[in-house]
């Protein structure tokens, strides 16, 4: 049968075991900093404990097992050990005795080992008569003693030399004795210490999981806190600027935010009024048109003069429409981010020359003077299309916006990274309150000046997107009543977005 955990228990076990989430990886570090150094501990103290314990013992046991060595050779024990001498065979069994106390308090087992590793005295009493050959034994005939603890098995082995010092000095190792004694006691004070520790342990385990819980959820709040405040802006509940400080961290990411926010906020603004403007724009002509349509109709018999006089009319504000969406397409187009330029290494003088001398026949209709100075020969790395339609649009407006036998002035320059294309005029000028805003889609500075004119108020904004494409700058300066200046700064080899 299986359990059906509620949906919120079930949702939260879901975001905790997360692992790529925030909360359970410092969770998990609370618990690694507070677990694993407990766990240690406790390893390294018990290990310590029974280390020291061990070494206690053998030295314990040692020390008794010396004395008997002392007593064994006190006794002639393995010299006379197949004498059935009384008064030896008395000492001997003193000596067993001893020796059967010490396996007794022990719980564990003692050999002595004569010459030939002969067994001489086993107090279990099993391997008397046979013959004992070890590497710890041969050690200690070599005068070596050794200890071995087998925690496995639960004993410790260890063998003591009986040494007897002959009369010149010398000593010799006469025997061995083999001990092996239980470490039943220390694994019991050990099993208890464990416990203890256990206890203890998952007392302090509780309490590290229960602050993991705790601290975790309290430090990723602020997180959370930036996710609410954005759930509430993507369901426009709120078109508040974020602000979570809590974190120098999280106040970044909201800054960030905040300001992809108040860009968009501006993207749709001005995409509103573009729509606006285009409607207006593009109704102002279908108006005029369709007035001129009624007012024919209104007239009985009117005669064909009219008619012809009102459809030419029509006709110039249906060219109107036309140059409005050609105008539209050409900066839509311009604007859309992945349109490519045509980069080719052109002679700049060549296609100005060729820019003002179509327009010259526009130019003479209105009287203007237009002349071409180039201060030295420019070649550079441009798109002639749009660099073509930079010139023309600059030119023609230096045309349009003059007064009769006026003068236009165009100026070609470089230096060693860039070209300057500055167009000089004796027009009309554009007042000052005007200047920050010709650039922008649909501005007229003198609205029925360029209506006259057949302007379409798109101009300036084609001329700047194309010169931004070329990564250029437009600038103008202007006197009202007394002449325009337009500038035109564009490298002379082209950067490309990187
Ligand atoms: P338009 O189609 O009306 O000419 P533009 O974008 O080319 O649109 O120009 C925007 C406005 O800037 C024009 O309506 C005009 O008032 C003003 N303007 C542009 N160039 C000149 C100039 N050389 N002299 C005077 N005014 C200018």
Known sequence: MSIKLPENVRKRIKQIVYVRSFRARICLLILLVGIVPSVLLRYGILQAYENRAVEQRSATVQNQL????????????????????????????????????????YEGRVMIIGQGCKVLKDTYGISEGKTMISEEVIKCFLGENTSHYDAENGYIEMTTPVVATAAD??????????????????????????????????????????????????????????TEEIQKVKDETSEK???????????????????????????????QEFVANVS?????????????????????????????????????EIDRENRIITDLLALVRMENKTQELNIVSLNINDLAELTLK?????????????????????????????????????????IKYNREHGWVKVILDADHQFFTFQVDDSGIGIPEESLPHIFERFYRADKSHSREMGGTGLGLAITKRAVLMHKGSITVTSTEGEGSSFTVKIPLNYIADT
């Open 66 to 105: 010396l004395v008997v060595a002392k007593q064994l050779l006190s006794n002639n024990y393995f010299a006379t050990y197949h004498s059935d001498d009384v008064s030896l065979s008395a000492s001997r069994q003193v000596i067993n005795a001893e020796l059967e106390t010490i396996s007794n308090l």
């Open 169 to 226: 000095g010398s000593s010799a190792v006469v025997g061995v004795m083999l001990t092996s004694v239980s470490n039943a006691s220390i694994v019991g004070i050990l099993d208890v210490l464990n416990q203890k520790a256990i206890n203890l342990e998952a007392i302090m385990i509780m309490v590290i999981v229960a602050m993991a819980l705790f601290l975790s959820g309290v430090l990723t709040k602020p997180f959370k806190k930036v």
């Open 241 to 271: 600027a974020l602000s979570v400080p809590d974190y120098v961290e999280t106040a970044h990411i909201v800054d960030a935010f905040n300001e992809i926010l108040g860009r968009m906020n501006t993207l749709n603004d001005s995409r």
């Open 280 to 316: 207006h724009e593009l109704k102002t002509p279908m108006t005029s048109v369709k007035v001129l349509a009624d007012s024919l109709l209104a007239q009985e018999n009117a005669p064909a003069e009219l008619y012809r006089e009102f459809m030419e009319d029509m006709v110039s």
């Open 358 to 398: 179509r327009l010259r026949p526009i130019a003479r209709k209105k009287d203007v003077e237009v002349v071409l100075e180039s201060m030295r020969p420019v070649t550079a790395e441009v798109d002639e299309v749009k660099m073509t339609l930079i010139m023309a649009n600059l030119v023609e407006n230096a």
